[in-house]
């Protein structure tokens, strides 16, 4: 059974920082790409990073670029999203998810879910 359960979410100022973690199990970790999604109320799902199965390379939306850092313990089957600079649009729950694609942009790429983290960031 594969299960990917999220962590680390919370209420920060804007300008703070949080560390989200993604713990993945019944799957070979590194043979699957991760990313991490989120979605505010009343908007879709899209997508805010994503790494490669080695962790070599990375992709970001525009809007979290130089801000938000995706990075991945294979040995230890973590994903991880630091986030810095936070603003209150970033306000959403937060999932990490699996891909068995090479470098998948698209949530229709990926496999596998976990439940999602509220982040909430006040003004």
């Known amino acids: 059974q594969v299960q990917l359960v999220e962590s680390g979410g919370g209420l920060v100022q804007a300008g703070g920082s949080l560390r989200l973690s993604c713990v993945v199990s019944g799957l070979t970790f590194n043979n699957y790409a991760m990313g991490w999604f989120r979605q505010a109320p009343g908007k879709e799902r899209e997508s805010v990073a994503a790494i490669t199965r080695s962790g070599v390379s990375s992709d970001y939306a525009d809007s979290v670029k130089g801000r938000f850092t995706i990075s991945r313990d294979n040995a230890n089957n973590m994903v991880y999203l630091q986030m810095n600079s936070l603003k209150p649009d970033d306000t959403a729950v937060y999932y990490c998810?699996?891909?068995?694609?090479?470098?998948?942009?698209?949530?229709?790429?990926?496999?596998?879910w976990g439940q999602g983290t509220q982040v909430t960031v006040s003004s």
């Open positions: 998810a699996a891909s068995r694609y090479t470098f998948p942009r698209g949530r229709e790429l990926y496999n596998y």
